[in-house]
C-alpha cells in the first residue's frame, strides 16, 4: 500500500471521470473506442504537465475474453484479473450510501508518467472488499455486464465515491470535473447535495449554478443505446428519496425516467461533442444547449508501432514532445517509408499467423478492419456483394483482409454479424485470404493500424461520432477508406489522405449505394494505385502522416479542452 505524492495531488485542479479507461493492454478495464480515449487523454494530460487527476472503476472482470468457434459464433469469458498485481492501494477508503445501505469503496493507483516525467493518477474504485456484503462486493465487477440497477450501482459508486474519494485524498480546491460521458452524472449530483446539506434546500438554483461552474461534460454518442436511462422507480431504490428529491427539483425527472446525458447538460458550465459533425448531431439531440466541437485525437508515442517510431526518431526527433511537428515527416524519403512500413507489415502478419495459423501474403494489399462489432459500424458491408468482390479480388494483383471486434455479450445484431463475415469470408477465401481475430484489443489494434495498407471503416451516417482508429492507422502512414463520418469528415482530402465511400457527410447513408462505392473505389482506385504505382502510393502514405497524424492526436485535443472547457469564465 502506498500514499499518493501528495504534494503533487494537492495542487490539482482537474478531476477526470470516466467509466472506463484504456491505458495498456495487460489492464482489461475498457470496451472500446471510449476507454482508449479516456486512457490517451489521461497520457497527453501527463505529456502537458496538467494538474489533472482521472477516477474511474476497478471492473475485476474486465470486459470479456472473446473466443470464436470456425463458424464464427463467439463466446465470452470473464477477463478476471488481480488489481493487487498491478496497482497500488491507496488510503482512504469511503462509503457511500446506496440501497439504503453503506458501501465501502477503496481505491488502487496507477501514476501514468508524462513525457516529461510528470505523473497524473488513475484512481480506480473497488468495492470488493470484506466489510461489504456479497452483492456489493461485485457492484465494480463486470464492465457494463450487469442489468439496468447494476449500471445504476456503478454509475453511483463511481460518481458520488468518486467525488469522496478525492475530497478524502485532500483534493479540496479542484477547479473542474470533467464528466467524460453521461456515465459519471452523479458527481454532479454528489457536489450538488454537499451544497443543498451545507445551505439547505430552498437555494437550490443557486447550487446548481455553483456546480454548473465546475463541471464541464463530453458527449461521445449520438445512438440513442448509447445514452443511459433510468425509471424513477429505481433512481429511487438506489439512490433513496433525498436525492431523487435533489433530482426533481433541478428538472432532471422527465417523464418518469431520469437521462443521464440530459442530466450531466443540466450540471456542467461547458459541453463538447467528439468531432464537428457530431456537436452538430448532438446539438440537434438536446435542443437548448450549446454542444461545442473538439474532435478528438489519439496519442502519437502509444499508437505509432515499433518501427514507425524508430524512423521518425530520425527524422523528427521531437515528435514524441510535440506530434504537431509530424508535419516534417514531408522530408522523409519515400522509400524509407515504405520499407518502414513493410517491417510493421511482417511483424503484424506473423503474430496473425501465429494467432489464427492462418499466413498472409507480405506483398498483397491488406485491408483492416477492427472495431466494436456493434451493428451501426456494419463489419458486413463489405461481404455484402460476394461475387463482385471475388471477381474485384481476382482482377487486381491480390486483396486481403483482417477483421477483429467484439460484440457486447447481449448484441445479438453483433453477434449475428461477425458470424456473417466468416461465413462469408470462408466461401471466398480462394481469392481474398483473411482472418478474424480473436479478443480484441489495445495491442492487437496497434498491430492492426500500424501493419495493414489500408483502414477500412464504413459506419452509417450520422451515428460514428468521431471514431480514432482511423487517426492511428494515419500516423503510421496507413490511408483511410471510409464513410464520410466523425472524424474522417475533417481528416479526409480524396486521393491524398485516402479515399471515401459513398456519397457526402450531409446525405443520409444508402446501404447499397455505398456497397458499390466500396467495390467502385477498390477495384478502380485503390487497387491499382498500390500494385501500378508503388511511388503514388506511398505519398499518399507520407501525406496521411504529414496531414492527419500531425494534427490528430491527444496533444492538440487537450489544448483544446485546456483553451475552451478547462478556462473558466
Ligand atoms: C482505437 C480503438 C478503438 C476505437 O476504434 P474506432 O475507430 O473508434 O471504432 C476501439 N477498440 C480498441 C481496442 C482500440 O484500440
Given at each position: 500500500m502506498s500514499a499518493p505524492n501528495q504534494g503533487s495531488l494537492r495542487s490539482s485542479r482537474i478531476a477526470y471521470f470516466s467509466m472506463e479507461v484504456g491505458?495498456?493492454?495487460?489492464?482489461?478495464t475498457y470496451s472500446g473506442g471510449l476507454g482508449v480515449l479516456s486512457g490517451d487523454t489521461i497520457k497527453a494530460a501527463a505529456d502537458l504537465e496538467l494538474p489533472f487527476v482521472a477516477v474511474s472503476l476497478v471492473?475485476?472482470?474486465?470486459y470479456f475474453r472473446q473466443t470464436l468457434d470456425a463458424e464464427g459464433r463467439q463466446r465470452e469469458e470473464a477477463a478476471t484479473w488481480d488489481p493487487g498485481e498491478y496497482l497500488d492501494r491507496v488510503e482512504p477508503r469511503v462509503t457511500v450510501e446506496i440501497e439504503g445501505r453503506s458501501v465501502v469503496v477503496q481505491a488502487w493507483k496507477l501514476a501514468v508518467i508524462g513525457v516529461t516525467g510528470h505523473e497524473v493518477p488513475i484512481f480506480f474504485l473497488d468495492?470488493?472488499?470484506?466489510?461489504?456484503a456479497d452483492p456489493d462486493r461485485r457492484i465494480?465487477?463486470?464492465?457494463?455486464?450487469?442489468?439496468e440497477r447494476i449500471r445504476l450501482l456503478q454509475e453511483a459508486v463511481l460518481g458520488i465515491g468518486g467525488v469522496k474519494l478525492l475530497q478524502g485524498l485532500?483534493?479540496?480546491?479542484?477547479?473542474t470535473y470533467h464528466l467524460?460521458?453521461?456515465?459519471?452524472?452523479?458527481l454532479g449530483l454528489a457536489l450538488l447535495e454537499e451544497l443543498a446539506e451545507s445551505r439547505?434546500?430552498?437555494?437550490i438554483s443557486e447550487g446548481l449554478e455553483e456546480v454548473r461552474s465546475r463541471c464541464v461534460f463530453t458527449t461521445h454518442t449520438p445512438?440513442?443505446?448509447g445514452h443511459d436511462v433510468f425509471p424513477i422507480g429505481l433512481v429511487e431504490e438506489v439512490l433513496g428519496e433525498r436525492r431523487t428529491a435533489l433530482l426533481q427539483a433541478i428538472g432532471a425527472v422527465e417523464e418518469g425516467v431520469v437521462n443521464m446525458t440530459r442530466l450531466a447538460l443540466r450540471l456542467s458550465r461547458f459541453c463538447n461533442g467528439v468531432a464537428m459533425r457530431h456537436a452538430q448531431v448532438s446539438g440537434e439531440m438536446f435542443p437548448g444547449y450549446q454542444v461545442h466541437p473538439i474532435t478528438n485525437g489519439v496519442h502519437a508515442a502509444t499508437w505509432t508501432g515499433a518501427p514507425m517510431r524508430g524512423l521518425f526518431d530520425e527524422y523528427v526527433p521531437a515528435w514524441r514532445e510535440?506530434?504537431?511537428?509530424?508535419?516534417?515527416?514531408?522530408?522523409?524519403p519515400l522509400h524509407r517509408i515504405r520499407a518502414t512500413h513493410r517491417e510493421a507489415k511482417e511483424q503484424l502478419l506473423s503474430e496473425v499467423e501465429r494467432r489464427s495459423g492462418r499466413r498472409l501474403a507480405p506483398d498483397r494489399l491488406t485491408l483492416g478492419f477492427a472495431r466494436r462489432?456493434?451493428?451501426?459500424?456494419?463489419?458486413?458491408l463489405l461481404m455484402r456483394d460476394p461475387e463482385r468482390l471475388r471477381a474485384v479480388a481476382r482482377a487486381s494483383g491480390g486483396l486481403q483482409i483482417l477483421y477483429a471486434g467484439k460484440a457486447h455479450p447481449r448484441n445479438e445484431e453483433g453477434k449475428e454479424m461477425i458470424r456473417r463475415v466468416v461465413e462469408v469470408a470462408e466461401t471466398l477465401k480462394e481469392d481474398m485470404a483473411f482472418a478474424y481475430l480473436e479478443d480484441y484489443d489495445m495491442e492487437l489494434g496497434g498491430l492492426l493500424t500500424a501493419g495493414v495498407d489500408v483502414w477500412l471503416n464504413n459506419p452509417?451516417?450520422?451515428?460514428?461520432?468521431?471514431?480514432t482508429s482511423g487517426m492511428k492507422a494515419a500516423l503510421n502512414g496507413v490511408p483511410c477508406l471510409s464513410v464520410l463520418d466523425g472524424w474522417w469528415i475533417e481528416g479526409h482530402v480524396e486521393g491524398v489522405t485516402g479515399w471515401s465511400i459513398?456519397?457526402?457527410?450531409d446525405q443520409p447513408s444508402d446501404t447499397d449505394q455505398e456497397v458499390h462505392s466500396l467495390l467502385d473505389q477498390l477495384e478502380g482506385t485503390v487497387l491499382p494505385l498500390y500494385y501500378d504505382d508503388p511511388d503514388g502510393w506511398a505519398r499518399v502514405m507520407r501525406s496521411s502522416i504529414v496531414l492527419n497524424g500531425s494534427y490528430f492526436h491527444a496533444r492538440r485535443m487537450m489544448h483544446e479542452y485546456q483553451a475552451r472547457a478547462y478556462r473558466r469564465g
Open positions: 491505458v495498456r493492454s495487460d489492464l482489461p471492473h475485476r472482470d474486465g468495492t470488493d472488499i470484506e466489510d461489504n465494480t465487477g463486470p464492465l457494463y455486464g450487469g442489468d485532500g483534493l479540496d480546491e479542484l477547479e467524460n460521458e453521461g456515465h459519471s452524472a452523479l439547505g434546500h430552498e437555494e445512438v440513442a443505446a510535440d506530434p504537431y511537428l509530424l508535419r516534417h515527416a514531408v522530408d522523409i462489432a456493434a451493428p451501426y459500424k456494419r463489419a458486413d452509417t451516417k450520422p451515428l460514428e461520432a468521431s471514431g459513398g456519397t457526402g457527410w
